[in-house]
């Protein structure tokens, strides 16, 4: 599948992203098969949110890399954070839930193509 970019100096995405609101309710093993399936399939990108699945997609999908490492260095991520989402898994504080967010499974700080932000004043938070 062709890949195109957002931006001149930005990373290459897949035509097509997958979104991975719902993996929470399949069991690992189901999502490494929509990993390598997408993957194989050419659809290269994922769409993640730190609120996607109550606050769990993001570590089962962490999960599943962990298990298949190889397969980070075949993927884009693309990954959103600002809205506050009523859950008992919800950080206070937005500033420690984008650091929570970022240095979490999926990120460990290295691993985002792209982080979005919802919250234009996020920057009064730093």
């Known amino acids: 599948m062709q890949k195109i970019k957002i ?6 995405l897949s035509r097509l992203v997958v979104g991975v609101w719902r993996w929470h309710t399949v069991s690992a093993q189901h999502v490494e098969v929509l990993i390598k399936t997408s993957i194989a399939s050419g659809i290269t990108s994922f769409d993640h949110a730190d609120i996607y699945g ?9 999960n599943a890399l962990r298990g298949s490492s190889s397969l980070r260095n075949e993927m884009e991520i693309v990954t959103k954070c600002g ?14 839930r984008i650091s929570a967010m970022v240095w979490s499974p ?21």
């Open 7 to 12: 931006h001149p100096e930005g990373p290459a």
């Open 54 to 62: 109550n606050y769990s997609c993001e570590e089962i999908f962490g």
């Open 83 to 96: 809205i506050k989402l009523l859950s008992d898994k919800r950080l206070d504080h937005l500033k420690n």
């Open 106 to 126: 999926l990120g460990g700080g290295k691993y985002f193509e792209n982080l979005i932000n919802y919250n234009v004043n996020i920057i009064y938070c730093f």
